[in-house]
T-cell receptor, first 115, second 112 residues
């Protein structure tokens, strides 16, 4: 595809259920990021993948959160036993890594609502 | 953790005026980027400035970077109602990593 694609665009789940959020990055991009944005707030870094290197998981808020990137392409963010405070927009971005800094391309996000 | 901090947090101006937004950060960086967000969804990249650059222009945008003060500013000249959005600065620390850390953002309202 031409851009970063995230699915679903909206997800309503019951407290305690597990959810999976998907991100399809731009083809050829080696770096992939996940961020969380609560209403009216900034972007909270969650996790960063770069090529075959070990991911930077330093932003994951608890062990209920995990992410994987299969084949260096599609990524899935999994939230287990969802809580109401997990409600937010989850944003994925990708970039072509040069090590010098390049622009990140964002998807439209998944709005997660935990009821 | 969030490194960048935009200032002011909200700005309201009239169409045609210039808008200046500031960003301060804490640690050393190799690049700083500005993004725009409409309607709380995906962000759009505006401009990137590297640590060895002091000023950069792109259309009506002008970005400055002062690494000694750990600060950057984004100037939008001759603002338009369509510039109404939230603006974020993001910093990259380099060292082979493209990880970007974003600030809390700043809401710009341009009144027609």
């Amino acid at each position: 595809g031409a851009g970063v694609s995230q699915s679903p665009s909206n997800k309503v789940t019951e407290k305690g259920k597990d959810v999976e959020l998907r991100c399809d990055p731009i083809s050829g991009h080696t770096a992939l990021y996940w961020y969380r944005q609560s209403l009216g707030q900034g972007l909270e870094f969650l996790i960063y993948f770069q090529g075959n290197s070990a991911p930077d998981k330093s932003g994951l808020p608890s062990d209920r959160f995990s992410a994987e990137r299969t084949g260096g392409s599609v990524s899935t963010l999994t939230i287990q036993r969802t809580q109401q405070e997990d409600s937010a927009v989850y944003l994925c971005a990708s970039s072509f890594s040069t090590g010098l800094g390049t622009e990140a391309f964002f998807g439209q996000g998944t709005r997660l609502t935990v009821v | 953790s969030q490194q960048g901090e935009e200032d002011p947090q909200a700005l309201s101006i009239q169409e045609g005026e210039n808008a200046t937004m500031n960003c301060s950060y804490k640690t050393s960086i190799n690049n700083l980027q500005w993004y725009r967000q409409n309607s709380g969804r995906g962000l759009v990249h505006l401009i990137l400035i590297r640590s060895n650059e002091r000023e950069k222009h792109s259309g009506r945008l002008r970005v400055t970077l002062d690494t000694s003060k750990k600060s950057s500013s984004l100037l939008i000249t001759a603002s338009r109602a369509a510039d109404t959005a939230s603006y974020f600065c993001a910093t990259g620390n380099g060292g082979g990593s493209e990880k970007l850390v974003f600030g809390k953002g700043m809401k710009l309202t341009v009144n027609p």
